[in-house]
Nanobody, 115 residues
Framework: QVQLVESGGDLVQAGGSLRLSCAAS????????MGWYRQAPGKQRELVAA???????NYADSLKGRFTISRDNAKNTVYLQMNSLKPEDTAVYLC?????????WGQGTHVTVSS
């Protein structure tokens, strides 16, 4: 099994920045990709960004240029740097890991962007 713990969510003003962290533990050797999703109230969960074990990255088209995903293999942690935040970025941000053991989710971290 893989355990994921997110942190870094906060209340921030529009135009501000946040960095989210997702620390993985457990069967991390089995992870093929990790990513960030978000779910706003009343909306479907959507992909924000994902990074594969070979380093390939993909982003939601609407977020390219403002959000950056990165990883620190030594710390088994994936980060999401979010800049120029907008009120519509308000959501629960969830970390995801695709592993040989299945798909794993963290509990999420709340990001609220005030106008």
């Amino acid at each position: 099994q893989v355990q994921l713990v997110e942190s870094g969510g906060d209340l921030v003003q529009a135009g501000g920045s946040l960095r989210l962290s997702c620390a993985a533990s457990g069967s991390i050797f089995s992870i093929n990709a990790m990513g960030w999703y978000r779910q706003a109230p009343g909306k479907q969960r959507e992909l924000v960004a994902a990074i594969r074990s070979d380093g390939r990255i993909n982003y939601a088209d609407s977020l390219k240029g403002r959000f950056t995903i990165s990883r620190d293999n030594a710390k088994n942690t994936v980060y999401l740097q979010m800049n120029s935040l907008k009120p519509e970025d308000t959501a629960v941000y969830l970390c995801n890991a695709a592993a040989h053991t299945g798909i794993h989710w963290g509990q999420g971290t709340h990001v609220t962007v005030s106008s």
